[in-house]
């Protein structure tokens, strides 16, 4: 059984940092993508960052870049979402997914979520 579990959401003044983290079992870790995606109230859910593999390729929203950097480590089966520069408009539930493919914050084929992790931003 597969398991996605996020961790290290909080509350934080506008401008300050937090990392986030994923931790996944019940998978082949390293033949899946993974991705960080968030969700507002009353808002779609978003694709925030998607890292290969391999390690070699990532993407990122352009609502982050430059302020977020996704890593994974293979051999912990860990995903790491390091956020810096926080705004209001961060503030969401932030949720870690496995798929075999993500391209351009899109998933494709089955994927596997966690329950998310809330970070709130406060002005």
């Known amino acids: 059984q597969v398991q996605v579990v996020e961790s290290g959401g909080d509350l934080v003044q506008a401008g300050g940092s937090l990392r986030l983290s994923c931790t996944v079992s019940g998978l082949s870790f390293d033949d899946y993508d993974l991705a960080w995606f968030r969700q507002a109230p009353g808002k779609e859910r978003e694709g925030v960052s998607c890292?290969?593999?391999?390690?070699?390729?990532?993407y990122y929203a352009d609502s982050v870049k430059g302020r977020f950097a996704i890593s994974r480590d293979n051999a912990k089966n860990t995903l790491s979402l390091q956020m810096n520069s926080l705004k209001p408009e961060d503030t969401a539930m932030y949720y870690c997914a496995a798929a075999p493919v993500c391209i351009g914050g899109v998933l494709y084929g089955n994927s596997d979520w966690g329950q998310g992790t809330q970070v709130t931003v406060s002005a």
């Open positions: 890292i290969s593999r391999s390690n070699s390729n990532t």
